[in-house]
């Protein structure tokens, strides 16, 4: 069983920063694969980036590419998340997410985070 918890959003202007921080408790999250999906306002979830169980492997939304910056830190079993640049359209709750298979598609991950607000003012 592996708990996650995600932290670090909040209210920016457009073209600010901001890093989303998601932590892993219970079984070593390195032995999962993570990664970041976001659910806009009246949108559907979506994938927003991945990062593989040993950081080999990373992805990205085309919506965020050049933008943001998945990373791991094994000594704190903690997936971060750096988003520049930010656009209005960016504004939605993130989600954290772990699995054992490594994917795109929010179906391969089995734990959840409960997300974190992100607002990102014209």
């Known amino acids: 069983q592996v708990h996650v918890v995600e932290s670090g959003g909040g209210l920016v202007q457009a073209g600010g920063s901001l890093r989303l921080s998601c932590a892993a408790s219970?079984?070593?999250?390195?032995?999962?694969?993570m990664a970041w999906f976001r659910e806009g306002p009246g949108k559907q979830r979506e994938f927003v980036a991945a990062?593989?169980?040993?950081?080999?492997?990373?992805n990205y939304a085309d919506s965020v590419k050049g933008r943001a910056t998945i990373s791991g830190d094994n000594a704190r079993n903690t997936v971060y998340l750096q988003m520049n640049n930010l656009k209005p359209e960016d504004t939605a709750v993130y989600f954290c997410?772990?699995?054992?298979?490594?994917?795109?598609?929010?179906?391969?991950?089995?734990?959840w985070g409960q997300g974190t607000q992100v607002t990102v003012s014209r």
């Open positions: 997410a772990a699995g054992a298979i490594y994917g795109l598609n929010e179906r391969m991950y089995d734990y």
């Open positions: 219970g079984r070593t999250s390195f032995s999962y694969n």
């Open positions: 990062i593989s169980w040993n950081g080999g492997i990373l």
